[in-house]
């Protein structure tokens, strides 16, 4: 089977980050090497996206929500793809090195963009109405939210931001919760 080709060029953190997305796809990347991102790197990662584009994809722990909070903060409107603390895991870590090749290419196909939230579509009154927060069982249901939405765990507060900046339809909320139910 053929690689898929990505064009814009994905941000990682590592060396074996990029060895394992090139086992997965045909790309270029950038690499932040480490937590603490420098301005040589933020100014390579703007011509990439004035240029091909650009989409982050860092490991899902704290190091990879730092990099990817300091990426989004100087470039808002960047391309965001996840993949799932649990399928980022193995014996020997946390990291995209250890996703598989089908997580590493899911990943990539459902890239999501920041929009700026003008009118929040998602607010506090929903997020309890679904019980996303002040349950007993939120976590677990953000966690399954999260999840089926490929946008990384979240805890309440960020998960309500991320549904409006992602515009991420009421509807659609819905329906994945409404899954929760069926297996209960």
Same mark, same amino acid.
């Given at each position: *089977?053929?690689?898929? +080709?990505?064009?814009?060029? =994905? &941000? +990682?953190? $590592?060396?074996?980050?990029?060895?394992? @997305?090139?086992?997965?796809?045909?790309?270029?990347? #950038?690499?932040?090497?480490?937590? %603490?991102?420098?301005?040589?790197? *933020?100014?390579?990662?703007?011509?990439?996206?004035?240029?091909?584009?650009?989409? #982050?994809?860092?490991?899902?722990?704290?190091?990879?929500?730092?990099?990817?909070?300091?990426?989004?903060?100087?470039?808002?409107?960047?391309?965001? %793809?996840?993949?799932?603390?649990?399928?980022?895991?193995?014996?020997?870590? &946390?990291?995209?090195?250890?996703?598989? #090749?089908?997580?590493?290419?899911? %990943? @990539?196909?459902?890239? @999501?963009?920041?929009?700026?939230?003008?009118?929040?579509?998602?607010?506090?009154?929903? *997020?309890?109405?679904?019980? !996303?927060?002040?349950?007993?069982?939120?976590?677990?249901?953000?966690?399954? !939210?999260?999840?089926? !939405?490929? #946008? $990384?765990?979240?805890?309440?507060?960020?998960?309500?931001?991320? !549904?409006?900046?992602?515009?991420?339809?009421?509807?659609? =909320?819905?329906? =994945?919760?409404?899954?929760?139910?069926?297996? $209960?």
């Amino acid at each position: *089977m053929d690689k898929p +080709v990505i064009h814009e060029v =994905i &941000i +990682v953190e $590592g060396r074996d980050d990029t060895r394992r @997305l090139k086992e997965a796809l045909v790309c270029e990347t #950038i690499e932040t090497n480490g937590s %603490a991102i420098n301005e040589r790197t *933020m100014q390579e990662i703007e011509v990439a996206l004035k240029t091909r584009g650009a989409i #982050i994809l860092t490991d899902p722990d704290f190091p990879g929500h730092k990099i990817r909070t300091a990426i989004l903060k100087r470039f808002p409107h960047i391309k965001e %793809a996840f993949i799932s603390r649990k399928k980022a895991t193995s014996r020997r870590g &946390i990291g995209i090195e250890h996703a598989s #090749i089908e997580d590493i290419r899911s %990943a @990539l196909k459902n890239v @999501l963009v920041n929009h700026e939230v003008e009118v929040e579509t998602v607010s506090t009154e929903d *997020m309890q109405l679904w019980q !996303l927060s002040g349950s007993e069982d939120s976590k677990a249901r953000r966690e399954h !939210l999260t999840a089926r !939405l490929n #946008i $990384g765990y979240a805890n309440a507060k960020q998960l309500k931001n991320k !549904l409006n900046r992602y515009r991420i339809e009421k509807e659609e =909320i819905t329906s =994945i919760l409404s899954e929760l139910k069926k297996d $209960g």
